[in-house]
């Protein structure tokens, strides 16, 4: 049984590009969030899909954007890329919004 | 505001060594307070969730207890192969399910 895979593995993308990192979730799980980890910190929360919708969101700007598509599969967009976006980014499942979340490896991403 | 709290930042202890780690919390409506377990550069492990005041769970040489405002992950005869970042995490009743996370506890056990 496949856990939460994501890609790519690492990334290094410059300073006002555009990236989109993806994530499958676990088998059996329909909602994805996603999160940013700095290096020392806990995850910050940036959104949730749960039926193909955005549920909630953390407090990220619009250059932060998702979607989740039927398969329950899921992107994150970033636009306008800072340098403070480098971050290790993590997808989680769950079997809806409110249970334990899976996670997967990460994307580590680098903007110079 | 809202907020979770790990301590320590980091423990070195010696193979064996019993010791516990705390994540006290300021939420208000606790509907879960989750562990994880977190390797370098990897994403996070679940290992618990609890629910209610005087509720344990237990896996290996890990045992996690809560009270109304923190929890304790207590590790018993720890391996090197405990070493690792330990995350907790709280949903409250009015988060709509988001998770608010502590900045970890770094474990280092020496041989």
């Known amino acids: 049984d496949a856990g939460v895979t994501q890609s790519p593995t690492h990334l290094i993308k410059t300073r006002g590009q555009q990236v989109t990192l993806r994530c499958s979730p676990k088998s059996g799980h329909d909602t994805v969030s996603w999160y940013q980890q700095a290096l020392g910190q806990g995850p910050q929360f940036i959104f949730q899909?749960?039926?193909?919708?955005?549920?909630q969101r953390g407090n990220f700007p619009d250059r932060f954007s998702g979607h989740q598509f039927p398969n329950y599969s899921s992107e994150l967009n970033v636009n306008a890329l800072l340098l403070g976006d480098s971050a290790l980014y993590l997808c989680a499942s769950s079997t809806g919004p409110s249970y334990e979340q899976y996670f997967g490896p990460g994307t580590r991403l680098t903007v110079t | 505001e809202d907020q979770v709290t790990q301590s320590p930042e980091a423990l070195r202890l010696q193979e064996g060594e019993s010791s516990s780690l705390n994540c006290s919390y300021t939420?208000?409506?606790?509907?879960?307070l989750f562990w994880y377990r977190q390797d370098p550069g990897k994403g996070p492990e679940f290992l618990f969730t609890l629910y209610s005041a005087g509720e344990e769970k237990e896996k290996e040489r890990l045992k996690a207890t809560l009270t109304k405002k923190e929890s304790f992950l207590h590790i018993t005869a720890p391996k090197p192969e405990d070493s690792a970042t330990y995350l907790c995490?709280?949903?409250?009743?009015?988060?709509?399910?988001?998770?608010?996370w502590g900045a970890g506890t770094k474990l280092i056990i020496k041989p």
């Open positions: 939420v208000s409506g606790l509907r879960g």
């Open positions: 995490a709280v949903q409250w009743r009015d988060s709509n399910y988001q998770l608010i």
């Open positions: 899909y749960y039926e193909e919708e955005e549920r």
